[in-house]
């Protein structure tokens, strides 16, 4: 026996977007910075949760108190002047790492012998350890800002030059020649071509430079740690680890960590925005 016909009225259709359609705290979870901070708080809470067990604040302090002595370094003033150090010095050697990097990967792009001193320099140099360089640098410039910039170059050197290069070779033939077509060669070949074609690989190469640069300055900080008379915060957290303030050596290792989160959030996802989807090279 057949079912009677009958029909059924629809809701209209919301035009709002999906996400606006789910309940305020789902779309709340669906925001990453969101499910970020839950991760940190629960890790902070394990820390709290480890310290009280240990009790001993010489072995491990607790979040509060270290959070009060990174409050109390920042509010004297003594944390920020220890990062500007650290960051004056950071700069300057990750730009001249960029510069060279950029001149190896031009001449190797455009000739033979280009390709042939950049696979066999970073064959050489690439899996050396930049703070096994220190002691030949301490040699060579001395003891202060010369020895860092040094040793942070060869860090940001290979892996951005290496990154650069492979991104150069993956460019397709097509704009390659395209850019001949409209006369460009030499400098202007690469920045108006092959550059915005490889900017992902760049990218990538620029993340990877600053994360090791970022590494050894702190490394070589802890090392021989003063640059023109100031230390950094590598030196910072050295010191306290010799008088025994281990909440101010934690307040230290957070400061590190905050920099590096804060250059990896800001400056090259904003880079990252702005440049390879300007430019029509993004893969989303």
């Known amino acids: ?18 996400e606006r359609r789910l309940p305020p705290l789902s779309r709340l ?18 820390w709290e949760v480890l310290a009280r067990i240990q009790a001993n604040d010489l ?20 944390l ?29 792009i455009s000739t033979q012998l280009g ?4 696979s066999t320099l970073t064959s050489m140099f690439n899996p050396l350890p930049a703070i096994a360089l220190l002691p030949l640098a301490l040699l060579w410039f001395g003891l202060g800002k ?4 040094f040793v942070i170059i060869h860090s940001v050197l290979w892996p951005l030059a290496l990154n650069t290069y492979s991104g150069f070779l993956s460019v397709s033939p097509t704009l390659r020649m395209a850019g001949r077509n409209y006369g460009l060669n030499g400098l ?7 550059i915005p074609a490889a900017l992902p690989s760049i990218l990538s190469g620029l993340k990877i430079s600053w994360a090791f640069a970022w590494r050894t300055l702190i490394a070589a900080e802890l090392v021989f740690g ?4 100031d230390g950094g915060l590598g030196w910072y957290i050295f010191q306290n680890r010799n008088e025994l303030y281990t909440d101010r050596v934690f307040a230290g290792l957070i400061a590190v960590v905050v920099i590096g989160l804060l250059v990896e959030g800001l400056l090259f996802n904003t880079l990252e925005r702005i440049t390879v989807k300007r430019w029509g090279v993004s893969t989303s």
Request: glycine letters at 6%; one cysteine or more; hydrophobic letters at 55%.
């Open 146 to 149: 010369g020895s860092l910039i």
């Open 29 to 46: 979870w669906r925001q990453d910075w969101v499910r970020k901070a839950v991760i940190l708080l629960i890790l902070a809470c394990l």
């Open 115 to 118: 390709r042939d001193l950049l």
């Open 1 to 18: 026996m057949s079912r009677p016909e009958y029909e059924m009225a629809l809701a209209p259709l919301d035009d709002q977007p999906l």
């Open 59 to 78: 072995l491990l302090p607790g979040v509060l108190q270290t959070l009060s002595a990174l409050f109390e370094t920042a509010a004297s003033g003594e």
């Open 188 to 194: 202007r070949y690469v920045a108006q071509i092959l």
């Open 226 to 229: 003063s640059s023109g008379g």
């Open 80 to 108: 920020g002047a220890r990062v500007w150090v650290s960051l004056s010095v950071l700069v300057q050697a990750y730009v001249l790492g960029i510069v060279i990097a950029f001149a190896f990967t031009s001449l190797a």
